[in-house]
């Protein structure tokens, strides 16, 4: 289980802008997660939620948006979705292809309330 260590990675990531902008509370925090990851949002959830434990991100309410795998083929320029890491082109049948989306694993955005401040701001 690999997701652990990727959700401790994205806390630092998350502590960093907490000090950065005095964040109090994070309310919402939205994920790009591509499908070559081979995440599974369950676990990345609940590595989540153990972490988040006692910090300010407790509370949040973690989005996770899935990024499908996109190939772009090398010999006649078709751009088309990967389909369970099929990697070649369905037009010509070009196996040069290379990947334009789906390794993605980055905080989009994150909702949060600063300190000394009433109104929510996105802080990412
Ligand atoms: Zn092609």
Request: negative net charge; contains cysteine; glycine residues 6%.
């Amino acid at each position: 289980m690999h997701e652990i260590a990727i959700v401790s990675s994205l806390f630092e990531i998350i502590n960093r802008k907490v000090e950065e902008h005095r964040i109090e509370t994070i309310s919402r925090i939205c994920l790009k997660v591509g499908e070559l990851t081979a995440m599974e949002p369950m676990t990345l959830t609940a590595c989540f939620e153990v972490l988040a434990e006692g910090t300010a991100a407790q509370w949040a309410e973690l989005v996770i948006e899935t990024v499908p795998v996109m190939g772009l083929c090398g010999a006649c320029g078709t751009s088309f979705r990967v389909v369970r890491y099929d990697f070649v082109c369905p037009c010509c049948r070009g196996d040069s292809v290379s990947v334009v989306s789906g390794q993605e694993l980055y905080i989009e955005s994150m909702e949060a309330t600063c300190k000394g401040e009433q109104n929510e701001k996105t802080a990412a």
